[in-house]
């Protein structure tokens, strides 16, 4: 009967450590979002946005918000405080145009940003400080005329560009130096038909928004397809065409931004829909048209509610 019991608890236990890994049978346990307060307004003065269209949160849970109409970076404690902000119209190092993304290294050393009307990254030390800018010349696949949407930069020291007129995946060293293309037009494994927002989770796995493929496609250390996610259409677990923002959890739930239909979607590893959050609209809890989303170590959900001039503050629950 010991041994048997015995047997009973290691059997258990090892369930248990494989329900907890990366793996494509694991169902997450639902969870959700609830909302916890907003950051910022309409306006031009410190602490407030004009269609801010990204996010950004570093590993200190500072807030980094792409203030695209006031062409401006902004940053923020964890609580909202207002710290410092940079940038102004322009092409010159340290100005902006189109500026459309903000990410930072997973140290918290550096911020990228991405501009959709000079063509180009910028790097800048956390405080603001410019170093050095990258631009598309026309060599190894990034043509000048093409512009990034977004930017993601895993612990590799590796930065990826979704170039999205060009359909592919841009590599760089986060210095700017190139690396090479992944992907190109098309409908199969590491094909793209207007990729947009990219993401990593905690083991250097790349997601990808395909967008006009209505899916997500996931990519190894390697820049090998691995998966996809797909699934079209305006129901509680579809997504539209315009689905620009992405962020993985520790967990490796995946957190969309569904543009048109002005929700958060979350889906677990697999694929499988958990739950929605938003309604479109302009009041407390409500979206129009984000852009962006990101996720802190201590779990707020950081959504821009472009439209609305804000960052939406949410809060994982049910883990």
């Known amino acids: 009967m010991k041994k048997y019991l015995v047997s009973v608890i290691i059997v258990a236990i090892f369930g248990m450590i494989y329900l907890n ?53 902004q940053k923020f404690f964890a609580n909202g405080t207002f710290i410092l902000s940079w940038g102004s119209e322009g092409n010159k190092s340290g100005q902006f145009m189109g500026l459309h993304d903000v990410a930072v290294d997973p140290e918290g050393k550096y911020v990228f940003t991405v501009e959709l009307k000079n063509h180009r990254v910028q790097k800048f030390y956390s405080n603001g400080t410019f170093i050095t800018k990258w631009e598309y010349n026309g060599t190894g696949g990034h043509d000048v005329n093409r512009a990034p949407h977004q930017i993601a930069i895993n612990s590799n020291g590796y930065a990826y560009l979704t170039d999205p007129n060009g359909n592919q995946i841009l590599k760089y060293y986060n210095n700017g130096t190139f690396v090479g293309t992944i992907g190109s037009k098309g409908v199969g494994p590491s094909k793209f038909n207007n990729p947009h927002g990219i993401a990593f989770d905690p083991s250097n796995n790349m997601y990808v928004t395909d967008m006009k493929n209505y899916r997500i496609q996931v990519f190894d250390n390697n820049d090998l397809f691995v998966r996809e996610l797909k699934s079209s259409g305006l129901g509680v677990d579809n997504f539209s065409e315009t689905v620009p923002g992405i962020s993985i ?54 959504v821009t509610d472009t439209r609305n001039s804000r960052i939406q503050v949410l809060q994982i629950v049910g883990k």
């Open 21 to 73: 890994t990366f793996s494509d049978h694991i169902v997450f346990s639902a969870t959700g979002l609830k909302y916890v307060k907003q950051i910022g307004m309409k306006g031009v003065e410190k602490g407030q946005f004009s269609n801010p269209h990204s996010v950004a949160v570093d590993k200190f849970g500072d807030i980094l918000v792409a203030d695209t109409g006031n062409k401006r970076v």
């Open 249 to 302: 959890d520790y967990k490796g739930q995946v957190y969309i931004v569904d543009k048109l239909n002005s929700r958060v979607q979350i889906f677990d590893h697999a694929g499988n829909h958990l739950s929605s959050w938003g309604t479109d609209g302009s009041g407390p809890q409500q979206l129009h048209k984000p852009e962006d989303i990101t996720i802190s170590n201590d779990g707020k959900v950081y």
